[in-house]
């Protein structure tokens, strides 16, 4: 997940640009405006990409880990950042890391169109099966300024700002965990027997063998029957496609850097005085360290992930980096994988967990970790058992995003 930091504006040519962003994991430096082309008006950003435990494998399905980075510029003048739109070619992923680059298109499956069409951002990513540390210098996205109505000669700041993701690949998945009770996905009439999501095609929807039956409620199938809404459409994102999503919650320190990009209005929307000020009036509750100065949003916890938010906070922080929320079925899939589920799994596939109160060291800083208690073979997880004071003041809250990637 990205945690941007803003230093100050340096300018270069007939453009300014922000020099060095950082991350929680992902870091950006060298940022740079080169070979600008003015009788097509496009130019290239060039920046440094590098983040830690990197991976692609290549064995079955395979997967791999990637960076979706985006451009946001502003004209001299304006205090309103918008995003950059990008050509769907003609980026260089640079050296070091073999690496690949993919653009993002605002529709995926239609032809490139500068207008309604163009490069939203693009995914970085190892081009071979490898581990480890990903980092190139000198990559470049081609960034086409006139499509965004700037003129040659107009001076523009430019941030670039990067999230982790993970691909997660195309095949048959199933969905629900055999479970039998409310709120479950399992086939037709068969409570338990879970759903297998065979293409990206519709769904259908009901009680007949073949279809998906989904239980709203905890009462019986039967109770709950009229609530069933089909077909699920081959337009949705029943999770068979391949697809990205991402590697950690959004942090606090992304939430920031979102805020700090929109404007008073935007920002006022989410960040509601009624919600973050009275109520949490910025004491470190429950480890939220978000607050306004000096006209500048601001945290003293970056890594560790936003909450307190309404449901309509992260469709916002997703259209703002040009991504969606995943849905359901995603989810499903993305835990899953191709496996058969087991009866009341969690997202690590099994239904083990840690029960013991964790102990940290560390607290607050980059590297927060847990320090005792971590239980081997089980599924590790931040919940009631293990729940234990985070914080200097005594608050139980979210721990660093990515905390359980290691013992």
Do not use: C
Request: charged fraction near 15%; charge should be negative.
């Amino acid at each position: 997940m990205s945690r941007i930091i803003v230093p100050l504006l340096t300018t270069l040519l007939l453009f300014a640009f922000f020099g060095t962003l950082h991350a929680n994991d992902v870091k950006i430096d060298n940022i740079s405006l080169t070979g600008q082309n003015t009788s097509e008006g496009y130019v290239y950003v060039q920046f440094d990409l590098s983040w830690e435990n990197s991976w692609r494998v290549t064995d079955g399905p395979g997967n791999w880990d990637a960076a979706w980075v985006f451009v946001k510029y502003r004209t001299e003048g304006s205090s309103t950042w918008r995003h950059a739109r990008l050509y769907a070619s003609g980026h260089s992923a640079g050296s070091g890391t073999p690496a690949l680059v993919q653009t993002g298109l605002i529709h995926e499956n239609l032809p490139y169109n500068p207008s309604s069409n163009p490069g939203m951002g693009a995914f970085f990513y190892r081009s071979g099966a490898g581990s480890g540390e990903f980092s190139i210098t000198g990559a470049q996205l081609r960034w086409n300024y006139a499509s965004n109505g700037i003129n040659n000669t107009d001076v523009v700041a430019v941030q670039v700002f990067a999230i982790e993701k993970i691909f997660i690949p195309e095949g048959s998945f199933y969905l629900g965990d055999g479970q039998t009770g409310g709120y479950q996905f399992y086939e037709g009439n068969t409570p338990g027997s879970p759903f297998l999501v065979t293409s990206a095609g519709a769904i259908e929807v009901g009680q007949n063998a073949g279809e998906l039956f989904y239980n709203r409620g905890s009462g019986s199938a039967e109770e709950f029957i009229h609530d069933q809404v089909g077909p699920i459409p081959a337009s949705f994102p029943n999770g068979y496609a391949g697809f990205y999503i991402m590697k950690h919650p959004v942090t606090q320190q992304q939430m920031v850097d979102f805020l700090n990009t929109l404007t008073t209005t935007q920002a006022n929307t989410i960040f509601r005085e009624g919600l973050w000020d009275t109520h949490l009036q910025f004491n470190q509750h429950n480890r939220n360290m978000m607050e306004f100065n000096n006209g500048f949003y601001e945290t003293q916890a970056p890594l560790v992930p936003i909450h307190y938010i309404t449901m309509e906070d992260p469709h916002a922080y997703a259209s703002w980096s040009s991504t969606r929320v995943m849905t359901e079925l995603e989810f499903e899939k993305a835990a899953r994988g191709p496996m058969f589920p087991e009866v009341g799994e969690f997202a690590w596939g099994n239904n083990s967990i840690a029960v013991d109160q964790y102990s940290f060291e560390n607290i607050g800083q980059a590297d927060e970790r847990v320090s005792g208690n971590y239980q081997e073979n089980v599924g590790n997880a931040y919940h009631p058992q293990t729940t234990n004071s985070i914080d200097t003041h005594g608050s139980v809250g979210p721990t660093r995003v990515g905390i359980f990637a290691t013992s």
